[in-house]
Structure formats: C-alpha cells, structure tokens
C-alpha cells in the first residue's frame, strides 16, 4: 500500500534534490553532481520533473484547451509526480541508490500557491513522498535567470511564463512577475525545509565545489558498487 | 482562484448527494428526485461520478496497464473529480440550481481509505469541494447489493470487484469483500458526516417517499423557475 504513512519508511538509498528557477543553472549541477558521483563509484539514479508518460497527454491537452483551473492543474502534476515517485525515485531509494532527482515536490509548492492554491492544502498533497536528505536551492536574481533563458534561445511556454493568471500582457513581463513569486515561495519554504542556498550567479567550478562539499556528509561510510570501484 | 479555501464561499443553489454501493438503488432514486424536482418547478442540474472526460483515458490506461498503485488511482480520480466538479457542479451551484449528485467525495473516502490511502490524506484532497446541502446513504446489505448487480447481468469489473488487492481469487468473492470494505467506511462516515440514513430494502415507492420528505426543508422558499411553473 502506498499511503503516506507507509511510503514514509525508512530505505538504505539517499534522496538529494536540486530546486530553483528555471535558468538558475541546478540542472547542470544536478547533472554534473550525477556524473561525479557515478565516476567515484556510487550507484546513482537520476530523474527530472515530468518525465512520466502516465498522464503528460492529458496535461497537454487540458493546457491546449485551456481547460485547467489551479485546482486541476494542481492535481494533474501530483499524479504524474505520484506515478513518477512510485517508479522512478522510491524503488531506487529502496535498492541503496543515490537518487538526484531535478526539481521535486518543492517545485510544485512553489508553482501551485503561486497559481492561488492552498499551501496547506498542497504539502498534504504531497505528503506520500519522502523528505529529501538534501536540498540544494539555486538561488539567483529573476532577472538573470530571464537573461539566461533568452540567451538560451528557449521559447518562454504560457505556462512558465504565467500567462494564464493575467500578470502582464507581455510574455516577459509575465514570466518576470511569474517568476518573481516562485522566487518567494521558494525563500518561503527555504529555512523550515532546510535547503542549501546556494548562491547561483558563481561560476560553473565554484558551484560544483559547493555541491560536491554539500553532499560529502551524506557520502559518509555510503556503500559504493562493488564491480566498478574506481579510487577516490 | 479555485482552492481550498474560496470555493467553500456561499452559493444560491442546493447541492444534493447520494450514496451507496452498487446496486443499493440510489442512481434509481437520484433519477426519480430529477424528475421530481423538476416537475415542480425547479431547476435541477443532475451529474454523476466518472463523467469528466479530461483523464478517462489515463485512467483507462492505467487500469489496462496495471500501472496504477493506491496514491495514483487516488489522485488520476481526484482530478477527474475536481475537474467535474469545476464545471459541472459549482457554476450550477452558483447559478442557484439544485444539484443532484450521484456520488460525490464520499465514494472517493470509501473506495481509496479500502484500497488503503490514509483518510487524512484523502480528505484533504477533496477539500476544494463544497460540503453538500444533502447526504441521502442507500444501507443495504453487500448480499443484496451483489444479488442485485447479478439480476441485472451487468458484469462486475475488475476493479469494482477490488481483484487489485488480491482479497479472493473469484470475483464474486472478491466482490463481496470489497463491497463489505466500502460499506464499512460508508457506515463510519455517516454519523460525523450527517448523512440520512436510508433503508434500501424497502420498495422504489417508499425509498422515494422518504427522499422527497428528507428534501423538503431544503426546499422551503427555494425559488422555482419563473417561466415553467407547474402546480405544486
């Protein structure tokens, strides 16, 4: 059975997650974190936000519709973050892995108050999955995380950008605003959570060596795989 | 903003549940209120659970591919709901209607805490949903509800049978554990929850005599449709 009290349980696995804005450079450290680690010789798990196919049709065909108020939208991203858990994060979890997960619930509590859900209503949501055993928030001015984004060349979609609560006319002006109250959320939930902040506009070296610190605790006496032992 | 807390902001309509097991006969006397209802003068809207089509296909899936644990069933039908309930039930509310539900949170309560969500958790989950105005519980005994479901030679599914949880390898057996399963958490919620209680084994004729005298204080100075008004 796969309550929330049961799924709460211990595992031998370690849970270390990446959380911030979009173009605040967590899911090249998160990938970076992945590869290091693997290369140390621990077995690592990674996964990212969405990567459930159980009910990504429905998500684009309610947004192509238009037909998700908050309440929905909130629903439909737990249940494909539920299927996604009960696959991909806790079974690995189960089996000693480290999993690097790219974005997790805290994501969603950020995403959906901002959309004018209950706070409450959506940690309750959320309570089948585990706490981390670290979080690293990728803090970083909306502005610059903006900047990267257009340097990117990624199109800014309706949704990152808000559009649908009416912040702006302009889609950058939205997914500043938008992005502006992700920000808060995620400062919000910062100290009672317990992330990392770690501070995002460093350059790439300087931020891996603060992850790579970070994670060392949790490395403690952490059983490494036994055929592919490379020195440390 | 749909969440928690505004939804449960005051509405002219009348929202009106019915509950029960399969084969307890109350989509019969849902029915038979619609008309009633109707015939006198008021302006019903009737809506039943399962008949949002945003994620019928996800859950049709899921169950094809068995893909579904209790948290994902959980929450694939909590959106649905939430859906439905958004569109189907609120703005009829909200538009002074008399909303006649068969089914409402309540078979959501039993079905997911059986199949062993936390109820905590599942309350919760519909806590976006208005308390209705009216709970109308069919008891009747899982004998007769299974007797029932047989005459009408409708076949029992897989997962109305709750084969999921592996309480019996024969279907009618599982059937009837799982239906006592449901029935347990009916009968636990029917006191804190206030709902009238009714005796389904009486004739079609007396159950409706006793939903009609439930109904009336809910329709005392209820206004009726100004263009159709029949003699009461």
Known sequence: MADAETTARRYPGRLIVFEGLDGSGKSTQAQLLRKWLAFRGYRVFFTEWNSSDLVSDTIRRGKKRNLLTPTTFSLLHATDFADRYERHILPPLQAGYLVVCDRYIYTAFARDV????????????????????????????????????????????????????????????????????????????????????????????????????????????FPKEEVLVHGS
Not at 120 to 142: C, E, H, I, Q, S
Not at 150 to 179: H, N, P, T, V
Not at 181 to 206: N, T, W
């Open 114 to 221: 901002a959309r004018g859900c209950d706070s409450g209503w959506v940690r309750n949501l959320y309570a089948f999955a585990v706490r981390p055993d670290k979080v690293f928030y990728f803090r970083v001015p909306v502005q610059t995380a903006l900047a990267r984004k257009e340097a990117s060349r990624q199109k800014i979609s309706y949704y990152e950008a808000g559009m649908d609560l009416g912040l702006a006319g302009d889609a950058a002006d939205s997914y500043l605003a938008f992005q502006g109250m992700l920000k808060r959320e995620y400062e919000r939930l910062s100290g009672p959570e317990g992330f990392q902040v770690i501070d995002a506009e460093q350059q790439i070296e300087a931020l891996s060596n603060e992850v790579r610190r970070g994670i060392r605790p949790l490395l403690d006496g």
